[in-house]
């Protein structure tokens, strides 16, 4: 299954699938990644966004700057795949896939490498930490602190390992790819009060329950159907014991939509939605918001470059254009944001291989999708550089 890939990069991979570290943590991770590109006679920048690095090599003919991104952090995931070379930080597991995206980014980079400047244009490698942080820590930081500038990148391409396509193929969207996220945090203020005389206080946990199902609303009543949005909550915490009225109810959660427009408007009815039920119920509600990541839109222009180019190496049955956008998010939304960009889906389930979702304690990508990626990141790069 990995006899296509060098064995130097096959230790490297499963070097960094043992030793997988959080977001903004990524301080082995940063290490192991600046050593191996000096290693290889490629100058590199280590401590953009405290735990990223950018490195550039430079064509000997004209063309554009591509920025190629891989991220780079794990997930508090216990593993659970019984591989040999699987977590040793407990707790901690690459089960996203990012270690599969570093070790891409790192082939393409030898390969570059190993042209001696035979390519046009100029490439910018963008190792990016904290993607799963769901705050803008990660390509937002890196950004901020000059991954696209000194030289001006023109475009950024990017990918991520998918389970549900076969090795050797990969899934492409125009426009809207990825949803935006926004963190929510509400916390109901009622009236604390005995049991047996509720009528003496304000129960928090009955208008917490009335908020989260009146925003469930939001979506079937108030979201035009062609316009996707999700709200989920996923915790909530209230009360101190059981014979007592609750005061004080926290719930957190996420709100998930493709435009931002929807994004603005799915949230202020979030916010007039609970305080209005509050009110009415004789309690309060604070509603605050944490931006996490931006929809994430694809350039239709790099995305045709994209698949023409694809179909050429593998073929147009590999390659797959898909038809609806995810609801997931991803922060390479904010390159996209500042660049025409694309990115795309990279098969990693192998033939007769169980399949097992992206953040799964079980998830296990099929390795012989490295050297497709590779390849592809390679090609794609360049063919964006002569446009």
Sequence with gaps: ????????LLAFYQDLHSHPELSSKEHRTMEKIAAQLTAWGIECTPGLAGTGVIATLKGSRPGKTIGIRADIDALPIPEETGLPYAS?????MHACGHDVHTTILMGAAKALKDLDGDFPGTMRLIFQPAEESGTPMGAFAMIEQGCLEDPHVDHVIG???EPNLPTGTVGLRYGKFYAGADRVHLIVHGVSS???????GIDAIVVAAHIVTAIQTIISRRTAPTESALISFGTIQGGNAG??????VELTGIIRTLTPEAKENTFRRVKELAESVAAGMEASVEVLRFPAYPPLINDDAV???SEDLFTEMLGAEHVYVEPVPEMCAEDFAYYAMERPSCFYHLGCLGEGQEQHPLHSCFFQPDLACIPVGIELQVALAKRLAEL
Excluded at 3 to 8: G, H, M, S, T, V
């Design 194 to 200: 005995h049991g047996a005389r509720p009528h003496q």
């Design 303 to 305: 995305v045709r470059a």
């Design 1 to 8: 299954m990995t006899d296509r890939i060098p064995e130097e």
């Design 243 to 248: 014979n007592q009225i609750c005061d004080r």
């Design 88 to 92: 040793e930080n407990a707790g901690v």
């Design 159 to 161: 990918l991520h390992v």
